[in-house]
């Protein structure tokens, strides 16, 4: 089984500190996203990175950047966090660029920002 | 304008009945996919089923179908034959667009759907 995980379930951060959510695939696949989910407006993506050391920018980027240095890990940056960042994050990936790929998530970081 | 809305923000249905789920989408290409994921209260995403634009049937997984009327621009899931763990979060999403530089099944989501299965 396709298995992602994400370094914390629940986190709670102060305005203006740095955070990192940590995202880690282990079935090779090539294409990774980040995903923040927020009530009415279902899940909007962030960025996604299709090889180590790419990234695009998804619909929503600002406020935030990426990291992949290594093919199973894809980690979201927030450098300087703010209230309006307070939402669940979802990372997920999938095999390869072919459309039909279905994308698999991992369980979520829900993030609070005080 | 949205490129997938769900109208249906809040469904209920009695077990073992069946349920469709509406989605419409917006797209200029002529290849594009669609996903149905599910996503119970515990909050992982589940992938459901999956349709092309170029399938000339619909695609079905188990109890769930996907009804595509391509002209109409919809996608709804059919789920029969309801089961009280059916209760969740229903999530269309689309892919536009053959293969690109820099992924090729970049999704857009709708807002969702949530199912409430009645006893």
């Not at chain 1, 962030?46 to 992949?68: A, L, Q």
């Not at chain 1, 927030?78 to 998530?105: G, I, K, P, V």
């Not at chain 2, 089923?49 to 899931?77: H, M, P, V």
């Amino acid at each position: 089984d396709v298995k992602v995980t994400q370094s914390s379930r629940y986190l709670v951060k102060r305005t203006g500190e740095k955070v990192f959510l940590e995202c880690v695939q282990d079935m090779d696949h090539e294409n990774m996203f980040w995903y923040r989910q927020d009530p009415g407006l279902g899940l909007r993506l962030i960025y996604f990175s299709y090889d180590v050391k790419m990234k695009e920018k998804g619909d929503i980027p600002e406020g935030y950047s990426v990291s992949r240095e290594k093919k199973e890990r894809f980690s979201l940056i927030l450098e300087s966090a703010s209230t309006n960042q307070t939402s669940m994050y979802l990372c997920a990936s999938s095999l390869s660029r072919e459309s039909y790929n279905e994308q698999f998530f991992g369980p979520g970081t829900r993030l609070t920002v005080l | 304008a949205q490129k997938i809305t769900q109208t249906q923000p809040g469904m209920f249905v009695q077990e073992k009945e069946a349920v469709t789920l509406d989605c419409t989408y917006d797209t200029s290409d002529q290849s594009y996919g669609l996903f149905w994921y599910k996503q119970p209260s515990s909050g992982e995403m589940i992938f459901l089923i999956y349709q092309g634009s170029y399938d000339e049937q619909n695609a079905t997984e188990g109890r769930y179908s996907l009804n595509f009327q391509k002209a109409r621009k919809s996608a709804n899931l059919v789920i029969s034959a309801s089961q009280l763990g059916d209760s969740a979060m229903y999530f269309c999403a689309m892919r536009e667009g053959p293969e690109l530089t820099g992924g090729g099944n970049k999704l857009t989501f709708g807002t969702g759907t949530q199912l409430k299965v009645e006893l």
